[in-house]
């Protein structure tokens, strides 16, 4: 069975430009997340989507980033503009609903860079 | 102050040595409790979970956690090369997970 799959595995843009990051889920796999880590800091949750519903969007830093699960299947992150501090990696989780134990399975990341 | 503290690291011991990993969490409304496991350049891995206090064992590893004194361990016996790899404290609050800042561990032949 196919994990999680991100794409791309890295992307180096300009400060002011846009970036679309993709995130593919386990299949059968309703509830999606997306996390974020920082040089130096922790990995930080930025929102979480079950089916194509944003169920919690806490984590969002700013509006720059807009998240889209169209169809409750694959997701999309879009940064626009991206500024310097946007920079780090992205991560995309997924897992199946209804467990008590919330197994959430990650994908490689997305390494991002702002220049 | 962060709801999961963890040392940074780097750790790094000979083979066979016993590895001890530690967080420390301040919400005491935490019942699930996870370590997980990241090799460069890959995923978060899910290694084993504890649910509210007391110790769990899954083959060389041992997940601990002592609800009175908010703190969670992992215990790696007779530790391999293999188990080089940032390991990470999690708890889960509702769906999302609330990490530490993961601890780097080298083993060393």
């Known amino acids: 069975e196919a994990g999680v799959t991100q794409f791309p595995s890295h992307s180096v843009i300009e400060k002011g430009q846009t970036v679309t990051l993709r995130c593919d889920p386990i299949?059968?796999?309703?509830?999606l997340y997306w996390y974020r880590r920082v040089m130096g800091k922790e990995i930080k949750f930025l929102l979480h989507?079950?089916?194509?519903?944003?169920?919690?969007e806490s984590g969002m830093p700013n509006n720059r980033f807009l998240a889209e699960r169209t169809g409750g299947t694959y997701s999309t992150l879009k940064v626009q503009p991206a500024e310097l501090e946007d920079s780090g990696v992205y991560f995309c989780?997924?897992?199946?609903?209804?467990?008590?134990?919330?197994?959430?399975?990650f994908g490689p990341g997305t390494r991002l860079t702002v220049l | 102050q962060k709801e999961v503290e963890q040392d940074p690291g780097p750790l790094s011991v000979p083979e066979g040595a016993i590895v001890s990993l530690n967080c420390t969490y301040s919400?005491?409304?935490?019942?699930?409790f996870m370590w997980y496991r990241q090799y460069s350049r890959k995923g978060p891995e899910l290694l084993m979970y504890?649910?509210?206090?007391g110790n769990k064992e899954d083959g060389r590893f041992t997940a601990q956690v002592d609800k009175s004194s908010k703190y969670i361990s992992l215990f790696i016996r007779d530790s391999q090369p293999s188990d080089s790899a940032t390991y990470l404290c999690?708890?889960?609050?509702?769906?999302?997970?609330?990490f530490g800042q993961g601890t780097r561990l080298t083993i060393n032949p």
């Open positions: 989780a997924s897992s199946q609903d209804g467990l008590v134990v919330n197994e959430q399975f």
């Open positions: 299949s059968g796999h309703d509830n």
């Open positions: 989507f079950v089916k194509e519903s944003k169920q919690d």
């Open positions: 919400n005491s409304a935490f019942q699930y």
């Open positions: 504890t649910y509210s206090s």
């Open positions: 999690a708890i889960q609050g509702a769906q999302k997970l609330v």
